[in-house]
């Protein structure tokens, strides 16, 4: 065979190589997309749908063959929720807007609670060596491994000694229960990641350990603290279970009860539950949308360490 031909002949191979190597890429890229598509569309869909059940008739949605696009598309229904417009159940839902105020408050307070303590409790953490300190730290975790249900009767017959039983400061202190170790641990794990050389420089400075947690490491914590509040704000606002048992008194009730309380109705209207549903859910969307790159990197900062 000529060096011509040879030469030629290993040419062919060569591009053989690429495009079979091409056509792998190619195919390993569709199916990464289309797993991609396939959770994205998973986990869009029920906030979509209940989208479109908050914008359409109720006659529509019992309809059959049922129609996921909606034939009229209406407003009416939000209009009921905040009490705009009468009909069978506005007395139930005139307590939407009330009950997402009472969410708003005990869930801004628990939030506030747990970014000054649990925030320098993860601090102390990450920076002391103290007795019993790997001890405490998972006794932090185990709390918040136990289901919520087998901590209600406790909660009830301590809130109910302390006066606090039916009030938004007794539930405040209910979810601080199971909100702080999580903070914890997302600030301790954040911590740690941060030189311990700043802590050291500060109190070359003249800081005490105080100061310079607050002026030194605090500042450049913002990721860790977006992280840990609107992970604890979001469970405070979609909390179902303790609110349910604890708060059954009218006027200290959260959302999620009351949406729930709607479908005790003699006549369940779906649309308006829906649209109720949907302005609950807003708030916490709106929320992780605004903040999710802090989120994410203040939950995988302390994930790897180099």
Not at 26 to 32: E, G, S
Not at 38 to 59: C, D, E, G
Not at 166 to 185: D, E, K, R
Not at 215 to 235: C, H, I, N, Q, W
Request: with cysteine.
């Amino acid at each position: 065979m000529s060096r011509a031909s040879a030469g030629a002949a290993l040419g062919h191979a060569h591009v053989a190589v690429r495009s079979r190597s091409a056509a792998r890429f190619v195919a390993r890229r569709a199916l990464v997309y289309g797993l991609v598509l396939v959770v994205a569309v998973w986990l869009i869909a029920p906030f979509a749908w209940l989208f479109v059940t908050s914008v359409s008739y109720q006659k529509h949605l019992l309809a059959r063959p049922l129609s996921f696009i909606p034939p009229e598309v209406t407003l009416e229904n939000y209009r009921m929720v905040l009490g705009l417009k009468r009909f069978h159940a506005e007395g139930q839902a005139a307590k939407i807007l009330p009950s997402m105020l009472n969410t708003l408050i005990v869930a801004s307070v628990v939030t506030v609670i747990n970014l000054l303590v649990g925030t320098t409790a993860g601090y102390a953490y990450a920076r002391y060596r103290f007795p019993l300190k790997t001890l405490s730290l998972y006794a932090l975790l185990f709390t918040r491994m136990l289901p919520t249900i087998v901590l209600i009767p406790a909660f009830f017959l301590m809130l109910r000694a302390l006066g606090l039983a039916n009030t938004l400061s007794g539930l405040t202190i209910a979810y601080c229960s199971f909100t702080l170790p999580f903070t914890v641990w997302i600030m301790k794990a954040y911590f740690e990641t941060i030189p311990g050389d700043l802590d050291k420089s500060a109190l070359v400075d003249g800081c005490n350990r105080l100061q310079a947690y607050y002026r030194v490491v605090l500042p450049v914590s913002g990721p860790g603290l977006v992280a840990g509040g609107a992970f604890t704000f979001m469970l405070c606002w979609n909390e179902f279970l303790v609110a349910q048992v604890l708060n059954t008194k009218p006027g200290t009730t959260t959302l999620p009860p009351v949406i729930a309380g709607m479908n005790g109705q003699i006549n369940i209207d779906y649309s308006v539950i829906a649209a109720s549903g949907f302005l609950g859910a807003l708030p916490a969307v709106l929320l992780v949308l605004l903040f999710q790159r802090y989120m994410v990197q203040g939950l995988t900062t302390g994930s790897i360490k180099g």
